[in-house]
């Protein structure tokens, strides 16, 4: 039995328990991170020298990062189109896994803090602006490639769709207003649609 440590509300939790609901997985899922605490125990900390979420206990392996963790359950545990047997096909995958994690995650990530969790009195005006306008330039980058593709790394539904689907999931549903992007807006309709982003991600934000 496979088992994920991390609270269901982490977008980085809400990323694995997508993997694992395409796969159609069996897994137990332990309450830790944000309001649960448990993180920095002794006996946490040697799964995750980080203290953070999520972790994957499979067998004898124990594994963090949320990225890796989905390569490595689409690696071992799914198979083409879910996994691309091609290698090009699988390395625009990649590509797109890490583009979310170093260009359109971190605008957005301070979009939902400063629109979110931060009291309108406190807020950063610039940092909003800056933040807004570098969202922008990354989802105009991504609305040309999904003019070409109905999904991100080609013709077919890969493990790339996931951390950019919940990422999305966040520009959404932010308090802001948001200019039409026809690729964008359509392939995230397509994404809706999908039974594990349903379950697991389309919840509201915190």
Known sequence: ??????????????????????????????????PFGRVKDADYLTLNPNGLVPTLEDGSLTLWESHAIVRYLFARYGSPPLQPSDLAE??????????QLGTLWPPVRTLLIQLLRTPEERRDRGAIDGAR??????????????????????????FADIPLGVAAQRWYNLPADRPALQHVD???ERIKRRPGFERWVDLPLT
């Open 1 to 34: 039995m496979l088992r994920l440590w991390g609270h269901k509300n982490s977008s980085n939790v809400q990323k694995v328990l997508w993997a694992l609901d395409e796969l159609r997985l069996d897994f137990e899922r332990v309450d830790a991170g944000g």
């Open 90 to 99: 699988r390395a625009r995958a990649d590509a797109w896994t890490d583009w």
């Open 133 to 158: 306008k570098a969202a922008l330039a990354a989802l105009g980058i991504l609305d040309r490639q999904l003019s070409r593709h109905p999904w991100v790394a080609g013709e077919y539904f890969t």
């Open 186 to 188: 359509a392939w995230y």
